[in-house]
């Protein structure tokens, strides 16, 4: 009846509206992003070292990982889902590359093998949720399990090295010019692909749009003739196709597949996700949301590191700016 | 003349950039039921939050039993003897019937342990004051909607309320509940309880209401004996302008020709073996009680429900009903009861909701959707239905109630719909929209498209259909031809008591 809210933005003109919806998302990233430069700022400042271009590079690379999970996870996020099988895909997926390149397939085909394993797994999740009609959080959570115990089992839980050139995608870099500048690494220049890619996908395509709709009011997304199951089994996929990406990148830095590797990455992504401002009751979430706030998790952890704080000062700073990221959004969407 | 048990005097309220009440007096007299009546945006359910303690007023007074009083929250109102009924229950569903009404107050045991028993005992009490026999350790989600409802009244009693606002009570519920509840409010009144009562739903006030106030914009209009003023009186104060015609003049004619031919519609314990034919132009209602299969036939045709036989042509042709999208591209469309579950992506943008269901229209490419395109498509939409909004990226949930309808049908044009379902189209929507939407309806009909309506007021049935189709337990009793029937023909065959059917 009588809501205020209602009435205001229907009653007034354009101004009105500005102050509401997806606006007021842009002005959550704009504040967000404004998070990432203060925190720039403080420890270029604060620690020796941090703004050099060595230091900024390396930062990038080690976020890569996150970023690309964050993302991820986001478009499940945004369908009111939720995927906590990304850690134990990743290390599958690592490891069955680099068994694949152990037995003598060329390399880019063996990493090829391995996405395909992720984007099962995420298959398997998809259809999980949708066909069995489990929640995402048992569905992806019992995954978890069954994918790690695959991983520990086709290995005997070994770590095992791999031939020397499937490091190349983790350990080279492009544009090297001397000490000064020792290049982009691939990681980050495929963290950007993959940022540019699923911003296009989420936001300009059909696939982005029922995402979208799904989260926001599933029924009514169903009435609309929106394929509701295919659009879920799609997102899953995506996430687990990204964690399989970030298994390969981890693979081929450690030149070495490990069974044991990434269990929790799950968490760091989500988190930065939510950081971002996706919410996790669906319909919210942007990519930038998730770069961003794995770049604020990875300025923290760099940071932090170099001004010689130990592991535990860092979980007890990074999960603080999680509550405190979202309650913030909380008090905000309040008034 | 009864007491005066509340009296409210000169109280505003505003929120930012609107003045929801601007110097609002009202009365309220012991065992009275006061109905409360305005339009959406009228300041009826900010005037009930002050009074319950959820706001507080700018200025003005209130008194309370001849004194002053001024709540600060809706515990205080609620001890103080003021109760409120939502029209979403507040409730829990999944405790029992005892322990909802004694939540936050349980009686415990010297053990510190719940006191089951005495909550039981208690519980029985207060409903039997009701004249209500329900079990108190059943478990709420249980019961009917309208029972969870009397637990909600019964609730309220146990605070010793003599005043009870109620808010829309008779939305969810079906005729012989809506009886049961103005029995319980004939109980209440008889025992001096004094009702405020809100409804949009004006024709059900005749058989409870006292006394009558009327709200627009926020500001108080007039206060009546029941008895005293006509309907159509009441109707031009909530508007403020005389409204001519309730329905349109109505110009579509239905042509011979069959647009969707119903057969044997049957779904196990719901629908039994439905046929009918809808003709291109043609307003067809579906009238029938709660329950009577309305909106399960309408799903059935959409293909949203499974069937378990029966088949329907679309311009002669089979349409397989595995799910909306084969519908949907046939030409039908569904706009459901629940807009905002299941019509509308209510945290997305207007244009996005007006594309959703044939975004394909705007991505000539790759499934890559061409904004420009999505714009125009959609400017001409909100034009030609005159949606009111501030931008084509407004989030549709800051919309009213009818914009937002027309946003659904919008997005149904926007397909090519043929076939256009109604489903109770006009619910809670306030009495200056509703006419909108019976223009909008029958343009469409006039268009060449073929429209089913459901609806649960009998007199929109009869002002906007050709032919009416009455269900009654999942059956088809009859297929009348509107202007030869009459209400009661219509409610006897709803009811199941109409001889012989003429399908």
């Given amino acids: 009846m009588s809501d205020p809210q209602t009435r205001r933005t229907v009653d007034h003109g354009p101004e009105m509206a500005a102050a509401t919806g997806r606006s007021g998302a842009a002005l959550d990233r704009f504040l967000t992003f404004g998070a990432v430069v203060v925190l720039f700022a403080v420890f270029s400042i604060t620690a020796k070292n941090f703004f050099t271009m060595r230091s900024i590079l390396s930062l990038a690379l080690q976020t890569s990982t996150t970023t690309i999970m964050g993302i991820g996870v986001t478009f499940t996020i945004i369908t009111a889902g939720i995927d906590l099988s990304i850690g134990s895909v990743i290390a599958l997926t690592g ?97 950007i692909g993959v940022a540019l890619v699923f911003h296009f996908i989420l936001k300009r395509t059909r696939i982005g749009r029922y995402t979208y709709a799904v989260g926001s009011t599933e029924e009514a997304a169903r009435l609309s003739g929106i394929k509701v199951n295919r659009v879920k089994i799609i997102n899953y996929v995506f996430s687990a196709l990204l ?39 669906g319909g919210m979430g942007t990519v930038g949301g998730a770069v961003i706030g794995s770049f604020i998790i990875g300025i923290l952890t760099v940071g932090l590191t170099m001004q010689g704080a130990n592991y535990f000062m860092q979980q007890i700073v990074i999960g603080l700016v999680v509550i405190f990221a979202v309650a913030f959004d909380q008090i905000r969407s309040r008034r | 003349m009864p007491e005066v048990i509340l009296e409210v005097e000169g109280v505003s309220k505003s929120f930012p950039g609107v003045k929801a009440l601007d110097k609002v007096s009202f009365d309220l007299r012991k065992g009275e039921v006061h109905a409360l009546v305005g339009e959406n945006g009228a300041g009826k359910s900010t005037l009930m939050k002050i009074l319950s303690g959820v706001y507080q007023a700018d200025e003005g007074t209130i008194h309370y039993k001849g004194k002053e009083v001024r709540f600060h929250d809706s515990t205080q109102a609620r001890d103080a003897g003021i109760g409120i009924i939502y029209q979403e229950l507040n409730l ?10 004694f939540i936050g107050r349980e009686p415990l045991t010297r053990l510190g342990t719940l006191d089951e028993k005495r909550m039981n005992r208690d519980a029985v009490a207060i409903l039997d004051r009701l004249n209500l026999h329900i079990d108190p350790t059943v478990r709420l989600n249980r019961l009917p909607i309208s029972k969870q409802q009397m637990v909600e009244v019964a609730k309220s009693l146990s605070f010793d309320s003599e005043v009870l606002i ?13 009886d049961e509840l103005f029995s319980v409010i004939h109980t209440l009144r008889d025992r001096g309880v004094a009702i405020i009562y809100i409804s949009h739903r004006l024709e059900e006030l005749k058989h409870i209401v006292d ?191 009818g914009n937002q309808q027309k946003v659904v049908v919008a997005k149904w044009l926007f397909c090519d719909s043929k076939v256009l379902i109604f489903d109770e189209p006009t619910r809670g929507i306030d009495v200056g929209t509703k006419f909108a939407i019976y223009e909008l309806i029958e343009r469409l009909a006039r268009e060449g498209v073929g429209v089913i309506m ?50």
């Avoid at chain 1, 269990?263 to 919410?279: D, H, K, R």
């Avoid at chain 2, 829990?92 to 009404?101: K, R, T, Y």
């Avoid at chain 2, 046939?330 to 579950?341: D, F, M, P, T, V």
Wanted: proline fraction near 5%; aromatic fraction near 4%.
């Fill in chain 2, 92 to 101: 829990i569903p999944h405790l029992s019937v005892s322990a909802n009404i």
């Fill in chain 2, 211 to 401: 006394r009558i106030s009327i709200f627009r914009d926020g500001r108080y209009v007039s206060t009546d004996d029941y008895t005293a003023i006509s309907m159509e009186e009441i109707v031009s104060r909530m508007v403020g302008r005389k409204l001519e015609n309730i329905f349109p003049v109505r110009h579509n004619v239905p042509t011979p020709e069959k647009i969707l031919e119903v057969r044997g519609i049957r779904r196990t314990g719901v629908l039994h073996d439905i046929s009918f034919d809808l003709y291109r132009g043609e307003i067809l209602g579906f009238a029938g009680l709660m329950g009577a299969g309305r909106s399960e036939l309408a799903r059935a045709i959409f293909g949203a429900d499974p069937i378990d036989a029966g088949e329907i042509l679309m311009n002669g042709r089979k349409v397989s009903l595995r799910s909306p999208s084969e519908s949907i591209q046939a030409g039908i469309a569904y706009l459901s009861e629940n807009r905002k579950q299941e019509g509308l992506a209510v945290k997305m943008q207007l244009a996005e909701n007006i594309t959703m269901a044939n975004v394909g229209a705007v991505s000539p490419r790759l499934g890559v959707i061409s904004r420009p395109r999505e714009m125009n498509a959609c400017r001409q939409y909100v034009e030609d239905l005159t949606i009111r909004t501030p931008s084509l990226t407004q989030i549709v949930n800051n919309l009213s109630g």
């Fill in chain 1, 243 to 281: 964690a399989g990406l970030v298994g390969i990148i981890l693979a081929s830095r450690m030149v070495t597949s490990q069974p044991n590797s990434a269990i929790g990455y799950e968490l760091n992504a989500i988190a930065a996700s939510v950081i971002g401002g996706t919410s996790l009751m």
């Fill in chain 2, 454 to 503: 459901i609806s649960s007021e009998l007199p929109e049935i009869m002002g906007m259909t050709d032919r009416v189709l009455v269900l009654h337990e999942g059956c088809l009793e009859a297929t009348l031809v509107t202007k030869n029937t009459t209400q009661e023909e219509i409610l006897n065959y709803a009811a199941g008591l109409g001889k012989g059917t003429q399908s």
């Fill in chain 1, 95 to 191: 490891t069955v590359a680099v068994m694949a390149a152990i037995a003598g397939v060329p390399i880019w085909a063996s990493m090829f093998v391995g996405l395909l394993t992720g984007a099962a797994c995420g298959a398997a999740n998809g259809l999980l949720i949708t066909r069995l009609k489990l929640p995402p959080f048992i569905a992806t959570l019992g995954m978890m399990m069954v994918v790690r115990g695959v991983a520990l089992t086709i290995t005997n839980a070994n770590a095992k090295p791999a031939p020397e050139a499937f490091g190349g995608l983790g350990n080279d870099t492009l544009f090297r010019a001397g000490p000064q500048f020792p290049g982009i690494s691939y990681p980050v220049l495929i963290m």
């Fill in chain 2, 166 to 178: 109620m808010d829309e009570p008779t939305s969810a519920l079906t005729e012989s509940e809506i």
